[in-house]
């Protein structure tokens, strides 16, 4: 039984609009890729909720499966292991892995640093405060005295507060394409000599998140809709990204900061690595509130989305949780992954569309027979 309440209304399967439909084949091999880590309870990248008993479970029958396994199969898989739960209507936003031209020297073409974890970071424990600072804070930095203290924000970081602590990793185009590397919290880097380099996510500040995106439609009272990531660049380029100028100062506002390291290991038609330390899929793995949900989590979305062209268009689909970001708060608040390139940079942009979800609890957990 679950030892505390879960959000959502249980419904049957028959609930869930266009479920018969998807390709349940395709979200178990995703599942699958999450029950590695569930099983052997390996520390995540960003931790989260930690998995119930009744998802490990379920996890080691999928592991035995054959990865072959048919469409029919898989879905007769989901039906028997869990119990959907709908969620009051949420929001869905989309994110994806960045490709920009980059150099491991600082030059006139690239001087903006992207930086590596600062070693007197030191995480927190989430939802708790830390030696009595501000409870949002979910990092500190360790000062040579021993003692904690809060971590600089992001206008004191860029201001040269870390001092030697700061090593760059790599240096791209401008402050506006290192602003947006960090709120999709990797990267892949094309360097001058023709090699790939990859960025993954090594830590953030603790500092709270805000969305500059919202921040400038309310500034100039203009429609959500006419503000999308490329827009948003745009405007940002166009009033200075120098100390004291327009785009900077809002791009401050934001006063998280993230840290990378590069990761070599990814094969190169393998996704980023999200919160939960595994390879994303395009189109199923979902970014959730860590401190709601698990990893490893199947969740199905019912929404209209323009998510393969610029036309609005039925997106039902069973997803995995499998990252997370600061940006996702709530219940039913997700993060669709979209990809890599600027294929996907262009379906991501513009998703910031309601969405009913419905969580997939293990039937052990909730007390139902299979």
């Known amino acids: ?10 419904v049957s399967f028959s609930d869930l609009p266009g479920f018969s439909e998807d ?12 029950c590695g880590a569930v099983v052997s309870n390996t520390p995540a990248l960003r931790s989260a909720r930690p998995a119930p008993p009744g998802l490990a479970a379920v996890c080691r029958w999928a592991l035995a499966l054959d990865p072959t396994t048919g469409n029919a199969d898989a879905r007769r898989f989901f039906e028997m292991y869990f119990a959907p739960r709908r969620l009051d209507p949420g929001f869905l936003t989309g994110y994806y892995e960045p490709v920009v031209d980059g150099s491991l020297t600082a030059t006139s073409e690239f001087s903006t640093p992207l930086l590596a974890r600062p070693p007197d970071l030191v995480g927190g424990i989430p939802g708790q405060s830390i030696s009595g600072l501000d409870p949002a804070l979910s990092a500190v930095r360790r000062l040579p005295d021993g003692t904690l203290a809060a971590y600089p924000d992001r206008a004191a970081i860029e201001s040269g507060a870390l001092g030697t602590l700061a090593a760059p990793l790599v240096y791209v185009r401008d402050p506006v394409e290192a602003f947006f590397i960090h709120v999709q919290g990797s990267a892949r880097v094309h360097l001058p000599d023709g090699s790939m380099r990859r960025l993954v996510y090594a830590g953030r500040n603790g500092q709270p998140y805000t969305s500059i995106g919202r921040a400038l439609v309310e500034q100039l009272n203009i429609p ?20 004291g100028q327009a785009g900077a100062t809002l791009m401050q506002r934001n006063r998280s900061f993230i840290f990378f390291v590069f990761d070599d290991s990814l094969a190169p038609d393998a996704g980023p690595i999200g919160g939960a330390g595994v390879s994303l899929t395009p189109l199923r793995s979902l970014a959730v509130d860590r401190l709601i949900w698990p990893y490893g989590l199947p969740v199905f979305i019912d929404a209209t989305l323009p998510w393969r062209s610029d036309t609005l268009e039925p997106f039902r689909r069973l997803m995995v949780a499998q990252d997370t ?8 608040r997700g993060d669709i992954f979209f990809g890599t390139g600027p294929d996907a940079a262009r379906l991501a942009g513009p998703i910031r569309h309601p969405g009913t979800f419905f969580v997939l609890w293990p039937k052990d957990e909730v007390g139902i027979s299979k």
């Open 325 to 332: 970001g600061s940006a996702i708060v709530g219940p039913a």
């Open 1 to 10: 039984m679950i030892a505390e309440p879960i959000p959502g209304v249980p």
């Open 224 to 243: 959500p809709a006419e503000m999308g990531m490329a827009q948003l660049k745009a405007w940002i380029r166009d009033h200075g990204q120098k100390p």
């Open 23 to 34: 390709d349940h084949a395709a979200a178990l091999k995703t599942f699958r890729a999450s």
